[in-house]
């Protein structure tokens, strides 16, 4: 991957968990509705979620432009993911249905190994790769 192509995917990632963030903050009945629906509805909590996913989105916005960020935010984004994936792993069942708890569970799993990927791409391209250029 390039760095050009790498910026890009970051500002993608970026705006996403920003719109995500914003939404569970201004909106939390709607983002429990909608996209958490686990459980009983707890809007602190739900605000709680759009804080630190807004807070990543900017440190991914920010990654974007200053490189020596990117891999520390995006291995933090894995960890973050891969923890978030277990918990839903734990409740699946308190999903709409227990397919689309399943469903979310993967998807988010997916997320802590798409952000491990780019944070080895990330150290790859700043030469802090196992692999050396030559």
Known sequence: M????????LIIIAAYH???????????????E???????ENTHYVGDVGAFTLAFG????????????????LWL???WYALHAVNHAFDTDEARSEGRGWADTLLIA???FAAAWLARVS???RG????QAP
């Open 2 to 9: 390039t760095e050009r192509a790498l910026k890009a995917v």
């Open 18 to 32: 920003v719109a995500l963030g914003v939404l569970a903050l201004v909106a939390p009945g709607t983002f429990f």
């Open 34 to 40: 909608e996209i958490g629906r686990y459980g009983v």
């Open 58 to 73: 900017i440190a991914v916005g920010v990654a974007a432009v200053r490189p020596a960020w990117r891999a520390p935010v």
């Open 77 to 79: 984004g894995a960890a």
């Open 110 to 112: 997916f997320g802590a």
């Open 123 to 125: 150290e790859r391209l």
């Open 128 to 131: 802090g790769g196992s692999e």
